[in-house]
Structure formats: C-alpha cells, structure tokens
C-alpha cells in the first residue's frame, strides 16, 4: 500500500491526521459529571480518581480485607489502600491506573515521586471552578453531556429548587429504574401527583409519558437513556417491553428525542463490591434490530458492552438508519479494544457514528479518557487515510477535518437533529 504513495504525502496525511485528532474539541455524549450547579456530586481530584470503580475492582484482587471492612474506611483511606496496591506494590500498567498518571502528568505534577500526601496538597489549592475549566481545556472537550435520573433524590431536588445552567454541560434523561424496576418506582410517580397503576392499566401509559415530558422539560434533556442486561428482548410480554411500546417511543417520537441503549450489563455480580461489582454478557442483537425496524419513526442511540458484539452491532446498524452506534463502553474502553472497534465501524458503517465518549465519574478523567482514545484513533485513522491515498485519492486537509469533526460529535448532533 505506502509503495503507492510518496513519502511527503505519507507525512503530509500523518501530521494532518494526527493535528487534526489532537486538535479538534469533542462533545462528550456519555458521562456520569454534573454540572458544577450540583455542587459535591461533580467529583474530582485524587481520591476521587483512586476510589473510582475499575480501580477499586483491580484493587480487590490483591486485597485481603473484607469487603464491608473496605467500604466503612474513609475515601482517603480507601484511596490511600488502592495506591499502595496498584501503584506502590505493583507497577500501574492497567488501563485505569495509566489513566491517573496521565491526568497527574497532564496537570504538571511529577508523578516519579509515587508521593500521594504531596499529590493530594497539590488537589486541595486548586480553584473548583478554574479547575473545571481546566480539565475541559487540557482534554479538549467542549461540550459534556450528564447522565440525570429522575428517581435519584439527591439530583431532583436540584432540578426542582432551579439553577442558573452552565452551557457546557448539557443533560440526558436516564430511566433504568422506570423499564427495569417498575413495581419499585410507583410509589415515588403516584406521590409525585402521576395516576400510574402497578399492572400499567387506566392512564399509566399516557401518565408516564406526561412524567418524561416533565422532566425532559425540566432537565432540557437531548435525549433519553437505558442500560438494559444481556437478556433484554424486545418484543416481549413483559413490563419492560410493554412500557417501550406504549409509553418511551410514543414520547421519543412526539418530542424528537432519540432513545439511548446501552446493552449488555450484568449489574450486581458481585454486590458486596457495590459499582465494582457490576459484570457482562453478550445480548442477542435480534431485539436492538426489531426495535428498529418496529418503530421506523424513532431514534436509537446504541453502545454494547461485549468485545464479541461489536461486529453484529455494526451489520445491524448498516440496515437501519434510525440507529446511531456510539464510543466504546466501559469495559471495552481499553486501547487494544478501541483500536479494533474503531477499524471494524469505518470498515463496515464508514463515517456515520460517534466514535468515543469518556463515561467520566471524576472530572479529571476526562483528560486521560480523552487522551488515550486520541492515540488510538490517530493510529486507526492515519492508516485509513494512507489506504485510501494509496488508491490514488488523495484526503484534503479540509475533508480530514471534516471526517473528525463528524466523528467528535457532529455527526451525533446532526443524528438528534434529524
Ligand atoms: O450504566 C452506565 O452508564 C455505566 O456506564 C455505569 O453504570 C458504569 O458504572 C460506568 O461507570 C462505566 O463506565
Ligand atoms: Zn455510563
């Protein structure tokens, strides 16, 4: 393939590629940060980094203690066994420990000195609202998109007592407990004034949609979201399937709101590990593609969680165009993963999905997050665009810019536009 191409244009695409991946703000579509309204709910900093859930789950495997022990300790304390564990006992190679080094590195500390005292001291000066800034900076995002529930307390009585919005962050109505848990939700719908009935009879389903209109106005939501186990159907006779039908997509398609699924979660496969304890499995994609081809006049945003998935998630979005594939999910958030999938996507569905969000709980993920899924992306996409020089077209800066910008979010907004 490179015979074909001189070597000046060979550099001219590398360096344009590589600018232009570096270079270019994203729209991060799936995160778990709050806007900084929402106060001590936007983490950040070091033990908040250290405490996170993958590296709690690594950090497990070499620890003696008793889970409930673990979790009684306080977050420094927490955070200070996790360091001596996978920094201090072992060298940091995992993917989530690499990240907190290069989040360090990025933010001018010396990580060498392995000194966490000295590493919290540098935390505690920092200026929340600057560091925000910051981080959103040394990342390179523009723009986050929240993950808001409306069954989680600590969040809606924020909504409901108002605050001034901060622009960069916007907000994505998620309602797990509403498909999944329903017996458990009603009593919080019927006191908050919603006429809904446990065997969804009478006005539950007009009452439901009347509750996502509410909080979709409230929240100014772009779009509504479910993380759904690897044994989703759809159709089916269940609740879940029933409520989709009658109650989600009749209010996605009413307000133009795309419907998010993240598929394959096994949550709870280990509880006593709280968020770390969350696993997976391979769903069949023959429900995602009945949703599709059901309900034509909906949206779907779709990111799995299985490695093995990924192929049949691309055919299936090569049939319908109501369906918007999205980044890499958790546990396929790892670079050997991310390489394959982002080949097999431009492979198999060209430039028509988004190609990365970070799923940040702690601000200062976004800039390892983002950093080390730009690495992997140059490398994938440097060889695309020589594939494609070598065939005699030759990419203008222009279309390359194009293409990332399209990648990075534009393609998503144009999605929720359509
Ligand atoms: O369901 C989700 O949105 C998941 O991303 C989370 O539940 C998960 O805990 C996570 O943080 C993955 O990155
Ligand atoms: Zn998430």
Redesign the pocket.
């Known amino acids: 393939m490179s015979l074909d191409i001189s070597l000046s244009k060979r550099d001219e695409i590398t360096a344009t590629v590589s600018r232009s991946v570096l270079e270019t703000n994203v729209y991060d579509i ?1 995160t ?1 940060l709050y806007d900084p309204a929402f106060g001590e709910l936007l983490l950040w900093g070091i033990d908040d980094q250290l405490v996170y ?1 993958y590296l709690v789950a690594e950090a497990f495997r070499h620890f003696e203690i008793n889970f409930n022990d673990f979790w009684k300790l306080t977050k420094e304390n927490q955070a200070q066994m996790i360091w001596d564990s996978l920094f201090i006992d072992n060298s940091p190679l995992s993917e989530a420990c690499r990240g907190v080094l290069t989040v360090l590195n990025r933010l001018g500390l010396d990580t060498n000195q392995r000194d966490l005292p000295r590493i919290r001291k540098w935390f505690k000066e920092q200026n929340p609202s600057e560091y925000i800034t910051r981080c959103m900076e040394l990342a390179k995002v523009s723009k986050i998109c929240m ?1 808001n529930s409306p069954f989680d307390e600590l969040e809606t009585s924020r909504w409901i007592s108002g605050f001034e919005r901060d622009e960069r962050f916007t907000s994505a109505l998620r309602i797990d407990p509403l498909l999944l848990e329903w017996d458990s939700i009603i009593p919080q719908l019927i006191e908050s004034g919603y006429e809904v009935q446990h065997d969804l009879s009478g006005k539950t389903m007009e009452e439901v949609q009347r509750f996502l209109r509410d909080w979709t106005d409230q929240m100014d939501a772009v779009y509504v979201m479910v ?1 759904l186990p690897p044994t989703f159907e759809y159709p089916a006779n269940n609740q879940c399937s029933k409520l989709i039908d009658e109650a989600i997509l009749p209010f996605c398609r009413e307000s133009g709101l795309a419907f998010a699924l ?1 598929i394959g ?1 096994k949550r709870g496969v280990n509880p006593a590990m709280k ?1 770390a304890g ?1 696993g997976l499995g391979k769903p069949s994609l023959i429900s995602l593609e009945n949703l599709c081809s059901n309900n034509p006049n909906n949206k779907f945003l779709c990111t799995l969680l299985s490695k093995e998935s990924q192929h049949e998630l691309c055919v299936v979005a090569r049939k319908f165009r109501n369906l918007h594939v999205f980044g890499c ?2 546990f396929t958030n790892i670079p050997s993963v991310i390489e394959d999938m982002t080949r097999m996507r431009l492979d198999l569905i060209g430039m028509s999905f988004t190609v990365q969000h970070s ?1 940040a ?1 702690v601000l200062d993920q976004i800039i390892y997050k983002w950093d080390h899924s730009r690495d992997t992306i140059t490398k994938v996409l440097t060889e695309k665009y020589l594939n494609l020089a070598a065939t005699g077209w030759k990419p203008s800066k222009r279309e390359i810019q194009r293409d990332i910008d399209g990648l990075f979010g534009q393609n998503f907004n144009q999605f929720l536009a359509k």
């Open positions: 799936h778990h859930h993950t993380s993240m979660v968020l969350d999910w958790w799923d709980r």
